[in-house]
């Protein structure tokens, strides 16, 4: 097998269980804030090792570090989002949604870089648009506040769509070992304030089920992100993003399902398959840039 496709595959099938399991430790008694992190400390050990096998040492110019702070800073504040969006919503539903995120990608690209798609990615913003409203489809019966989650999962999709469009711009003058070390350090800026945000007053989960299942679930997460890296430095990123944009969600989605025991009603059905459908052509639309 060759390099890439290992890292790819490892990166889709550690990124897909990640996104089944996230919700379990905040349903173990850890607040969500807790749960960010430690997967905040969980992001030390890859972005480390990553510099140390990088050909060239932490780029510190105001550029590098602005734009890396901002790809960080987008990344995270995504996760801390996440991180409730999945203790109170279903994650079979929620990462389907957060997998739209390039069609907010292609549209600010289209718009601010002057890049064009072509007909797969007008085709896969379509669906995107389409599978939106039918996951907010609320049946008689369905107790209020259900859809808080749909919201949060946007506001992901959104955090996660500007930042895959800084990174764009970042990878003109930056290495990936660089824009991985920002996202950690920003990470960890974002802890204390997710400790400010804790209810210390309610009962938390100290024990191996909380911190300790977090840790375990989190390092699916950091390693997925790190062997996704490799993943693009031996492949071709045309293939790599159709395995880990459509796959990763695809694999969620059944592993929620199954664990949750739960069918989806018919509508919402169909808004996981446009979806992730709609995943698919976006990552596997070339963009080609054209100065207008």
């Known amino acids: 097998m060759k390099p890439w496709l290992l890292y790819a595959l490892t990166t889709l099938v550690l990124w897909g269980v990640w996104g089944a399991l996230a919700g379990l430790p905040s349903e173990n008694g850890l607040p969500e804030t807790l749960n960010y992190v430690v997967w905040s400390l969980t992001m030390i050990p890859p972005a480390v090792l990553v510099l140390m096998r990088s050909d060239q040492p932490l780029l510190r110019d105001r550029r590098s570090v602005t734009l890396g702070l901002a790809i960080g800073l987008l990344g995270a504040g995504g996760q801390l989002l996440l991180f409730h969006a999945v203790r109170i919503g279903p994650p079979y539903l929620i990462f389907p949604i957060i997998s739209l995120s390039p069609a907010l990608t292609i549209a600010l690209s289209f718009a601010l870089l002057r890049e064009r798609t072509g007909l797969l990615g007008l085709v896969g913003i379509v669906l995107a648009l389409l599978s ?13 506040g259900y859809g808080s989650w749909f919201a949060m999962a946007l506001a992901v999709l959104a955090a996660w769509g500007v930042q895959a469009y800084v990174i764009k711009l970042a990878n003109a003058t930056m290495d990936a070992a660089s824009i991985f070390f920002y996202m950690m ?87 996981i398959v446009l979806a992730l459908t709609a995943a698919l052509l976006l990552a596997v639309q070339p963009e080609e840039s054209v100065q207008r």
Do not use: C
């Open 132 to 144: 939106l409203p039918l996951f907010d489809y609320r049946a008689d019966g369905e107790p209020a």
């Open 185 to 271: 350090l920003s990470g960890l800026l974002l802890s204390p304030v997710a400790l400010a945000m804790t209810d210390f007053s309610q009962p938390i989960n100290y024990s191996l089920d909380g911190p300790g299942l977090a840790a375990a679930i989190q390092v699916l997460n950091a390693v997925g992100a790190l062997t996704l890296v490799f993943a693009f430095r031996y492949g071709k990123a045309i293939i790599v993003s159709p395995l880990v944009n459509a796959g990763a969600p695809l694999l969620t989605a059944l592993l929620s399902l199954m664990l949750a025991g739960a069918i989806p009603g018919p509508f919402k059905i169909a808004g």
